[in-house]
Nanobody, 123 residues
Framework: QVQLVESGGGLVQAGGSLRLSCAAS????????MGWFRQPPGKEREFVAS???????LDALSVKGRFTISRDNAKNTLYLQMNSLKSEDTGVYYC?????????????????WGQGTQVIVSP
């Protein structure tokens, strides 16, 4: 059974940094794309970043230059380094995995999801 477990969320002041992790189990994800999504309070889930099997990344415009997605295939772990955080980055952050090797920005392209980790950025 595939499991994705996020960690690293919390409360941080604007301008600060957080690093999210997503530990995958139940299967090796090295040949598949993975991504991060978030759901701000009262809003729809939105794409944050994705990484292909070969390390190529795709970022949402709202986080470009501030967030970095990466993966450690040996540890079957996905990361999201978030710098220069803003209050609008507040939300529940979800890790997701595809059954395909290339990045995608649509939530429907992902079939495995974690339970989410809360990020709160105070002004």
């Amino acid at each position: 059974q595939v499991q994705l477990v996020e960690s690293g969320g919390g409360l941080v002041q604007a301008g600060g940094s957080l690093r999210l992790s997503c530990a995958a189990s139940g299967r090796t994800f090295s040949g598949f794309a993975m991504g991060w999504f978030r759901q701000p309070p009262g809003k729809e889930r939105e794409f944050v970043a994705s990484i292909s099997w070969n390390g190529e990344t795709l970022d949402a415009l709202s986080v470009k230059g501030r967030f970095t997605i990466s993966r450690d295939n040996a540890k079957n772990t996905l990361y999201l380094q978030m710098n220069s955080l803003k209050s609008e980055d507040t939300g529940v952050y979800y890790c997701a995995a595809r059954d395909a090797p290339w990045s995608a920005s649509g939530s429907r392209d992902y079939i495995h999801w974690g339970q989410g980790t809360q990020v709160i950025v105070s002004p």
